[in-house]
């Protein structure tokens, strides 16, 4: 028999009475799969239980433990038919034990009950220990095999804890309790029409985290470092082809959580659903070594705070993880109803026909008021599944990567550009380091890049993080919405009226007879409370705004501000306009024989602009995708995605491949070209504009004396500490942050160097 015993804490200096079976071959370790898992997080119902048995919260590994007194049992019969090499994984934990009493784990294969682990006095400190027994071959594909936990004591007093059991082996010929696939025939491997495939790694990788026997038999009781989760530099093509489902067991009583920052007080001490992951059921196919997510955009799960984005991975062979592939993938949790965006990976094997169990975390968000540490490792099953569309995600996939920007580190903007004098360290300055997400500079048709910091190291997916957009939406979203109904309909389309397009405006306080398209997309209808800078962004009104999912709450709340001046003469930023501003668009566009707003926006400008499909949908009402567009905040960008969008608008003219997608003279408007429409003049302060939805500032030498002339920068800008920067000189600076930081001037002064402003 083969062991491991080890406490659940630095008291080393107990030891753990193993009683062995007959000794097995030592194979246990392996090649096991999990067979049986518990937790107990929700109870035992499904074992038999007798005398004093009762669930308690502590002590604990996981959220609960199921405690015995005196002599109470639990007893469980786990088939393991179809299964040999037979382990048992443990933990267990006793308090106020005397001689002789003691608490044991016990395993039963037909001839009677054998202990397998024993605590008694001395080691009764409410510390848990663990072990894990290799069984004889009378534990293999026995359909009667039981395991127990007991306590033997002789007082009401002496205490027992079960905590995390598991139960493995290895699969036998014949049929597992995972079903055979029946799909397709597998992609061939090596090879795929992706660039960088294939893998040339000989898979000689040398791991010391999250390993075979980490994510076979083990745990996860704090976040590692994020490296582990990315593709390993001699990584190998994989030998099976993932095509199918894969679900998630547990979800909702399992992993751990650490608060960073709760500004709302949203968790307590206490269990909430918020420190868990919702359900997690999605379907994936495979082309070589990318991993694909059927569904990449959001992903509205039902759960009461969180939604998804999946995002495409890889799967790999590593010469250690006998003879499994490796798979590991980006995902985020989007806080429900908000912009908040929370990014974790996950990763398991895979042997063609089951998966090992799923280790997970979340260690990086942008989100001002709720930072926080996720992680776990659950039980997983996989369902092989014909996938209808597979070789078009295949091919989407293929081209989504194909067609991304050139991208290089920061750093080579000092050697692309020789004698320039550019000092990089300016880019990301003025912004707290723990606090930045990413940042970049666009300038000559590449994307120049940080890297994706989190608490525990690199992202292993910087491509592909999700960067919430918050009201950078207003430019790149409303705005180029009603620039792609200018060029369709004309300009007239600027000057329709709200009222004629959004009947809710009738119940309005406020006065909307003659507010038109072009007075919202500036937040100059004249309807407010506070003039004051962002005053009534801040307000109570516009809480009951943001807070609102159902349609008919949200439009009447956008609607519930008073009439102070006629519109067109006072700018006061209201992210309600914007809302409002969407649905008169949505539903003149309906007009014209048009449908949904943002899938105008998606199909005519950001599917031939060659954003990522994550990026193909946004935050809706009723947290439902067929809900209406928010349409001043509620996308998410990657550093591609929001490069393109920077192209698109300041190099491209509002054109792609030779089409005018957007009307040029209101891109001309938005992007400062024209002298005589600077736009509204921003309260609080007169050193920015605000027009059709970007903000600008103008550059003079008095306020910047290395320039010999003055400027304008046309910008776009998002809650907490996010920036999209278009210089005149063709340079794009971005950086996605959330510590309320906006800082931008001495990386956008650097551009100069690498691109004068000034003729």
């Not at 031939?608 to 001043?632: F, M, V």
């Amino acid at each position: 028999m083969r062991r491991k015993v080890f406490p659940k804490s630095l008291s080393v200096w107990m030891v753990v009475l193993l009683i062995l079976l007959a000794l097995g071959d030592p194979v246990f370790a392996q090649q096991s799969a999990t067979i049986y898992f518990t937790n107990f997080n929700t109870g035992y119902s499904d074992w038999a239980a007798s005398s004093n048995v009762a669930s308690v919260a502590a002590p604990s590994i996981q959220p609960n433990s199921v405690r015995l007194r005196r002599t109470g049992t639990i007893t469980r019969t786990i088939s393991t038919a179809g299964y040999t090499g037979i382990g048992v994984t443990w933990n267990i934990a006793a308090s106020a034990l005397e001689n002789p009493d003691h608490c044991y784990v016990e395993v039963n294969t037909g001839s009677g009950w054998t202990a397998i682990a024993s605590l008694g006095n001395g080691q009764d400190t409410s510390t848990f220990f663990a072990g894990t027994a290799s069984l004889s071959a009378a534990a293999d594909q026995n359909p009667s095999f039981q395991v127990r936990y007991r306590a033997a004591g002789d007082a009401l007093g002496d205490y027992c804890y079960a905590e995390d059991l598991t139960v493995s082996g290895i699969p036998a010929s014949g049929p597992t309790n995972t079903p055979t696939p029946t799909g397709p025939t597998p992609t061939p491997i090596p090879g795929s029409t992706v660039p960088g495939d294939p893998l040339t790694g000989s898979g000689d990788v040398t791991r010391t985290l999250l390993t075979y026997n980490n994510l076979m038999s083990g745990s996860s009781t704090a976040p590692v470092d994020d490296g582990a989760f990315a593709l390993p530099a001699n990584a190998a093509m994989p030998e099976h082809t993932f095509e199918g489902r894969l679900e998630l067991f547990n979800e909702a009583t399992s992993g751990g959580f650490s608060e960073i920052r709760d500004d709302y007080a949203y968790t307590g001490s206490g269990d909430s659903p918020r420190k868990h992951l919702p359900e997690f059921s999605f379907q994936f196919v495979q082309n070589g070594s990318h991993f694909i997510p059927v569904s990449q955009g959001l992903s509205y799960t039902g759960h009461p705070y969180w939604n998804y984005i999946v995002g495409p991975g890889r799967i790999w062979k590593e010469n250690s993880d006998n003879g499994y592939a490796r798979v590991s993938f980006p995902f985020a949790l989007i806080q429900r109803n908000s912009n908040c965006t929370h990014n974790g990976v996950m990763t398991f094997l895979f042997n063609g026909v089951s998966v090992s169990n799923v280790r997970y975390q979340i260690t990086q968000e942008t989100c001002v008021y709720f930072k926080f540490n996720m992680w776990g490792q659950l039980s997983a099953a996989y369902t092989a599944q014909t996938i209808p569309n597979a070789a078009t995600l295949r091919s989407n996939h293929a081209a989504e990567v194909t067609n991304r920007l050139p991208t290089k580190p920061i750093a080579d903007l000092a050697t692309d550009f020789p004698g320039s004098g550019v000092d990089v360290s300016a880019f990301g300055s003025g912004v707290t380091a723990a606090h930045m997400t990413s940042y970049g500079v666009v300038i000559n048709g590449t994307n120049y890049v940080s890297g994706c910091g989190t608490r525990y190291g690199q992202y292993a997916y910087c491509g592909s993080l999700r960067l919430p957009s918050y009201s950078t939406a207003k430019s790149a979203f409303a705005s180029v919405a009603l620039m792609r109904l200018g060029q369709l309909y004309g300009v007239n389309t600027y000057n329709l009226l709200i009222k004629d397009y959004v009947s809710e405006y009738a119940s309005s306080p406020g006065v909307w007879t003659t507010v038109t398209f072009n007075h919202a997309i500036d937040m100059a209808t004249g309807n407010y409370r506070l003039a004051g800078y962002e005053a009534d962004e801040a307000g109570s009104y516009m809480e009951t705004f943001f807070l609102a999912e159902p349609y008919t709450n949200k439009i009447t709340a956008a609607f519930n501000f008073p009439n102070r001046r006629l519109p067109g003469q006072l700018w006061v930023y209201h992210s309600s306009d914007t809302f409002i501003l969407a649905r008169a668009m949505n539903n003149y566009y309906v007009t014209q024989g048009g449908g949904d707003i943002f899938n105008m926006v998606r199909d005519q400008v950001y599917v031939p602009l060659k954003l990522s499909a994550g990026t193909l949908t946004t935050l809706r009402t009723d947290n439902s995708p067929t809900g209406a567009p928010l349409g001043g905040y509620g996308l998410f960008w990657t550093q591609d995605d929001i490069a393109k969008v920077a192209i698109l608008l300041n190099n491209q003219n509002g054109m792609i491949n030779g089409s005018q997608i957007l009307n040029a003279s209101m891109l001309a408007d938005s992007m400062q070209d024209d002298s005589a429409d600077r736009g509204m003049d921003t309260t609080g302060t007169t050193a920015f504009k605000y027009n059709n939805g970007f903000w600008a500032k103008e550059m003079t030498p008095s306020e910047f004396p290395q320039y010999a002339c003055s400027f304008w920068i046309p910008f776009m800008s998002g809650y907490g500490g996010i920036t999209v920067v278009m210089a005149p000189n063709g340079a794009t600076y971005y950086y996605f942050s959330d510590n309320e930081e906006y800082f931008w001037y001495d990386a956008i002064n650097e551009t100069n160097k690498l691109s004068p402003m000034c003729p």
